[in-house]
């Protein structure tokens, strides 16, 4: 009895029209389509087929049914997933960026940086070349003036007095040893701000 409530209750049950190919698809059981399968079943319960087992199947597959409820919960399930794993890819991509931007500045930093230390080396070496050149041309005078004194004898000096003043020549030898002691000061001083700034761009190198 059961079997039959559920087949004529479906025979008033129309499934909407579905298109497919271009051609129009109604399904729908017909009253009369339930009556055959009625009257060529010996019984409501067909063989092998547990009592019940056609509600419960109707029950499933009906809206709003076991079935559409799992398949719903699945969906969202997925949904939420899709979403959890666009979030993560969105957070990845702007930590990559921000990443990125950081190696961007830190290289430019270190291009200027390098560039720094290239002009100073210039600059440190322009120097240490005219402390060298001034400090070949004090030595050159000291050399002159130490093979004036050899040459010079103590008559010839009586002589060049009137010239040359013993106090002003001590004076002006002194005035010479000091400017070249500040030379040569000067010289060390500029050698190692030259090694200071090589070591400094090796080192900035290896970073």
Do not use: Y
């Not at 559920?6 to 190919?21: F, H, Y």
């Not at 009906?62 to 993560?88: M, Y």
């Not at 010289?187 to 700034?197: F, H, M, P, R, S």
């Amino acid at each position: 009895r059961m079997r039959v409530a559920a087949l004529k209750t479906a025979a008033k049950v129309e499934v909407p029209v579905e298109v497919v190919g271009g051609m129009e698809k109604k399904w729908a059981f017909s009253q009369e389509q339930v009556r055959v399968s009625i009257a060529s079943s010996n019984s409501t319960v067909l063989p092998r087929d547990p009592p019940g087992s056609l509600e419960a199947t109707w029950e499933s597959v009906a809206p709003g049914g076991d079935s559409e409820l799992r398949l719903g919960g699945t969906l969202r399930s997925l949904a939420h997933q899709l979403e959890h794993t666009q979030t993560q890819l969105d957070e990845a991509r702007v930590q990559v960026q921000a990443k990125d931007a950081q190696l961007q500045d830190r290289a430019r930093e270190h291009a200027e940086a390098q560039s720094q230390w290239e002009m100073k080396e210039e600059r440190l070496r322009g120097e240490q070349v005219l402390l060298e050149h001034e400090l070949a041309c004090l030595r050159s005078e000291l050399r002159r003036e130490r093979r004036l004194q050899s040459v010079i004898t103590p008559g010839d000096f009586r002589r060049l007095r009137t010239h040359f003043d013993e106090a002003t020549l001590q004076k002006e030898n002194e005035k010479l040893k000091d400017l070249n002691l500040q030379l040569e000061c000067r010289l060390e001083g500029a050698q190692e701000a030259l090694e200071d700034a090589m070591r400094a761009k090796a080192a900035a190198a290896t970073v």
